[in-house]
C-alpha cells in the first residue's frame, strides 16, 4: 500500500493499514521531519518525492512495475501543482486547489487496484485523470470520516494499546494563540504534525 502525504491523516493512515492487513506500507511526502514519523510511527518505507524526477515511475520500480494494491492520497487538494494549477485555481475559480496527489495515486496503483481519497478537495475540479482511472479498472472510494461509526473500533484499538493519538501530538496552542497555531501547522513550521488547541482552565 501507498499513502501519498505524511500529516496526521497520512500517518494514521500507514498506522491502520497494518492492522488491516498490509504486507507492505510506503510513505511519500517532501518533508523530512515527517517521513522519519512515518517511519517510526507507522513503521513504513517512505520516499521523498522531490529527490525523484517522477515519483509515480519510483512506485512502479519497487512494485515490479505493476503498481501498489491500493494507494490512498491523504494530501488533497494542498498538494504542490504546477504554476498554470495555481493560477486557474486561484485567479479564474476553475479548480478547487491541486489535483496533483490524486493524479498520482491514479497513476501508482496497479490495473484493477483501489484508490482512496481522505484529503479533501473543494466541491469544483478539474484536470483529474478520470479517464485513466477508468482504464485501469480503478475502485475510487472516497468520503468525508463517519466517525460515528468508526468510533467503536477505534476505541478498541486504542485501548489494546495499537494506537496511542497523542503519539503525533507535536504541539499545544492556548486558546488565544489559535491564529498563531494555525498558522504554525499551514505553513508547516516548527516540524509541526498536530497541533492541539488548549482552551484555559479557568
Known amino acids: 500500500m501507498v499513502v501519498f502525504g505524511a500529516g496526521p491523516v497520512g500517518l494514521y493512515a500507514a498506522k491502520s493499514a ?6 507492505r506500507v510506503i510513505v511519500v511526502d517532501h518533508l523530512e521531519y515527517r517521513l522519519e514519523k512515518a517511519r517510526t510511527f507507522a ?36 498538494a504542490d501543482g504546477n504554476f498554470l494549477q495555481h493560477v486557474t485555481s486561484s ?9 496533483v496527489a490524486l493524479n498520482w495515486a491514479i497513476d501508482a496503483v496497479r490495473k484493477g487496484g483501489t ?3 481522505v484529503g479533501a478537495y473543494g466541491p469544483l475540479f478539474s484536470a483529474v485523470k478520470f ?4 482504464n485501469k479498472g480503478l475502485t475510487l472510494r472516497m468520503n468525508q470520516t463517519p466517525v460515528k461509526r468508526q468510533w467503536p473500533r477505534l476505541f478498541e484499538h486504542i485501548q489494546n494499546g495499537y494506537l496511542k493519538p497523542s503519539d503525533i501530538v507535536t504541539h499545544r496552542i492556548p486558546l488565544e494563540d489559535i491564529a498563531e497555531g494555525y498558522h504554525m501547522f499551514s505553513a508547516k513550521l516548527d516540524n509541526c504534525i498536530k497541533t492541539l488547541v488548549i482552551a484555559n482552565p479557568s
Open 115 to 117: 484508490v482512496s481519497v
Open 43 to 78: 513503521h513504513a518505507e517512505t520516499y521523498n518525492f522531490a529527490e525523484y524526477d517522477d515519483i509515480v515511475v519510483e512506485m512502479k520500480k519497487t512494485t515490479d512495475y505493476l503498481g501498489a494494491d491500493v494507494v490512498i492520497d491523504a494530501v488533497g487538494a494542498e
Open 131 to 134: 479517464g485513466d482511472a477508468m
Open 18 to 23: 497494518w492492522l488491516m492487513g498490509a504486507g
Open 91 to 99: 485567479k479564474f475559480k476553475l479548480q478547487a486547489g491541486s489535483p
